[in-house]
């Protein structure tokens, strides 16, 4: 039963358990050191759970076409109150190849929408799995 129970983390738990939701709230760049562009990215997280949800770790990645764009991770987080929510803060790193390989992919396969993937792993700590939140979608150049 124990054995069970660390399979099935938070969820297993608690039967009403819902997973938080994860939005975009803002993207900045940030001073660059050298090559690297680095981002600051705003996720808004709400806890739509009776208990605190406590975090100890965030990473986050963005992927273009199954490029992998942007990536970053973040120990500073808040608690969020049940039935509440909060602005966390990542600071992300952009992949320089795989960027250029997508900026060649849309010249060399010229089209009018992408795909993307957002992914973000929210670690409570403890021996509970860790919260996974994956939004997909397209993206057009169109207005």
Known sequence: MCGLALLTGCAGLTPNYEAPGVTVSYIKPMPSDGVT?????????????????????????????????????SNELPAIDG????????NAQADLFHSMQFARSLTTEPRDSFVYEFSVKLSTGNFFAPIHVTDTGTMSFQL
């Open 83 to 90: 039935y509440g929510q909060a602005e966390i803060v990542i």
């Open 37 to 73: 562009l680095r981002f600051e990215i705003g996720l808004w997280v709400t806890n739509p759970n009776d208990a605190t949800l406590e975090l100890e770790g965030a990473s986050y990645s963005v992927k273009l076409d199954n490029y992998e764009i942007l990536t970053g991770v």
